[in-house]
């Protein structure tokens, strides 16, 4: 079984300042990947990161990294350098390997403060 | 680049009617999927499949049915619909064909249901 957990279901963070959205996930399948995605009040979903279990390095794109903690099971999303336009619902998602399923956590709505 | 088109994207049912969330997408993927949105529980795995004739349960399959003649089409069927099935669906596709953990899912744009 796979399982996603978000703490916090709501945050604010000042223009310009980093942000950190808190992910755990538990899974029995020892390949996995993780996921984050945004979906701004228009609704679409849209994919930010990856990160597949035995990669070596947190994985980064652009403004948004992944702080991935294996031992802990934590996959946390960093966002530096907020924008106004980093309002959004974020959702972090597991995927095993061995198995044709994507589970998300329950998100994460981040309000950035001009 | 059309990606994953679903079809409607608003619809308003009586409960005990039926009707089909309509799901195509153009990039040859062999894995799509189906999941619902409500309120304060995320996204919620209803039915994937992955392939042509192969499909299996999510986490809420129940009320829905799918089925996946084509790599295109993944067509999502509610025989009766309830209250309860009042939500926003999303069909999502992904090119991964070594398991859920190697490649991201694309989503359509999502479709409205509400079910009086």
């Known amino acids: 079984a796979q399982k996603i957990t978000q703490t916090q279901p709501g945050m604010f963070v000042q223009e310009k300042e980093a942000v950190t959205l808190d992910c755990t996930y538990d899974?029995?399948?020892?390949?996995?990947?993780l996921f984050w995605y945004k979906q701004p009040s228009s609704g679409e979903m849209i994919f930010l990161i990856y990160?597949?279990?035995?990669?070596?390095q947190n994985a980064t794109e652009g403004r948004y990294s992944l702080n991935f903690q294996k031992a802990r099971k934590s996959a946390n999303l960093v966002i530096s350098a907020s924008q106004l336009g980093d309002s959004a619902m974020y959702f972090c998602a597991v995927g095993g390997k061995g198995t044709y399923k994507y589970i998300f956590g329950t998100g994460t709505r981040l309000k950035v403060l001009a | 680049n059309a990606g994953v088109t679903q079809t409607p994207k608003f619809q308003v049912l009586k409960t005990g009617q039926s009707m089909t969330l309509q799901c195509a997408q153009d990039?040859?993927?062999?894995?799509m999927s189906w999941y619902r949105q409500d309120p304060g529980m995320g996204l919620r795995l209803i039915h994937y499949s992955v392939g042509a004739g192969i499909t299996d349960q999510g986490e809420v399959p129940n009320g829905y049915n799918v089925s996946r003649s084509t790599t295109e089409d993944f067509p999502l069927r509610l025989l009766s619909a309830a209250p309860s099935q009042t939500s926003v669906y999303f069909c999502?596709?992904?090119?991964?064909?070594?398991?859920?953990?190697?490649?991201?899912?694309?989503f359509g744009e999502g479709s409205r249901l509400t079910v009086l």
């Open positions: 999502a596709s992904s090119p991964t064909s070594g398991g859920a953990g190697t490649g991201e899912l694309f």
């Open positions: 899974t029995s399948d020892p390949s996995y990947g």
């Open positions: 990160q597949g279990s035995y990669d070596q």
């Open positions: 990039m040859n993927h062999e894995y």
